[in-house]
């Protein structure tokens, strides 16, 4: 059990033939006393401030570990997110390749459909370029014919008109 002030201060020694001096002891221990309350004071003080700074210690230990599970979950969120983003993407592009396809099989379609429009125009145009010639040679033909050329030397009989019967009534 350690020595508290008290118990140097009443310490009392056994006398001896040719002893101590008793005043020079006393001033010893007097000066003992004083440097033992000041250790033990001391010792208060800096237990104190280590359980203070424990305190703070346990504190600061504490905001570490929340802070450390934090940036975990904050990893953890992000690692989701980016694997989310990953799959969105993949179905965006997925998505867009159909789209893409579609409209590559609609175009082809519109295009092969096209071209049998203008093949069958082609072929409308020559059926009718056949018959307009044919018609217009036809027409030539007619046009070339002699009965054209008897026609016009031909004279038709005069058939007299009211007008004429009075015309002939008043050179009469």
């Given at each position: 059990?350690?020595?508290?002030?008290?118990d140097?201060?009443?310490?009392?020694f056994?006398?001896?033939?040719?002893g101590?001096?008793?005043?020079?002891?006393?001033?010893?221990?007097?000066?003992?006393?004083?440097?033992?309350?000041?250790?033990?004071?001391?010792?208060?003080?800096?237990e104190?401030?280590?359980?203070?700074?424990?305190?703070?210690?346990?504190?600061?230990?504490?905001?570490?570990?929340?802070?450390?599970?934090?940036?975990?979950?904050?990893?953890?969120?992000?690692?989701?997110?980016?694997?989310?983003?990953?799959?969105?993407?993949?179905?965006?592009i997925?998505?867009?390749?159909?789209?893409?396809?579609r409209?590559?099989?609609?175009?082809?379609?519109?295009?092969?459909?096209?071209?049998?429009?203008?093949?069958?125009?082609?072929r409308?145009?020559?059926v009718?370029?056949?018959?307009?010639?044919?018609?217009?040679e036809?027409?030539?033909?007619?046009?070339?014919?002699?009965?054209?050329?008897?026609?016009m030397?031909?004279?038709?009989?005069?058939?007299?008109?009211?007008?004429?019967?009075?015309e002939?009534?008043?050179q009469?």
């Amino acid at each position: 059990m350690p020595l508290t002030p008290l118990d140097i201060h009443n310490k009392e020694f056994s006398r001896g033939f040719r002893g101590y001096d008793e005043d020079e002891v006393n001033e010893f221990l007097d000066q003992v006393i004083k440097d033992y309350e000041m250790v033990i004071r001391e010792k208060k003080q800096l237990e104190e401030k280590i359980a203070e700074l424990t305190e703070k210690l346990n504190y600061f230990m504490n905001i570490e570990e929340t802070l450390n599970k934090s940036i975990l979950v904050a990893q953890e969120t992000a690692e989701e997110v980016k694997r989310n983003a990953q799959k969105e993407a993949k179905l965006i592009i997925k998505e867009a390749e159909k789209n893409a396809e579609r409209i590559i099989s609609e175009a082809l379609a519109k295009s092969r459909k096209i071209a049998l429009e203008i093949e069958e125009l082609k072929r409308q145009s020559k059926v009718f370029r056949t018959r307009f010639r044919m018609l217009v040679e036809a027409q030539l033909e007619m046009l070339n014919n002699s009965d054209w050329d008897d026609l016009m030397e031909y004279e038709a009989p005069k058939v007299e008109t009211d007008e004429d019967e009075k015309e002939e009534l008043s050179q009469s």
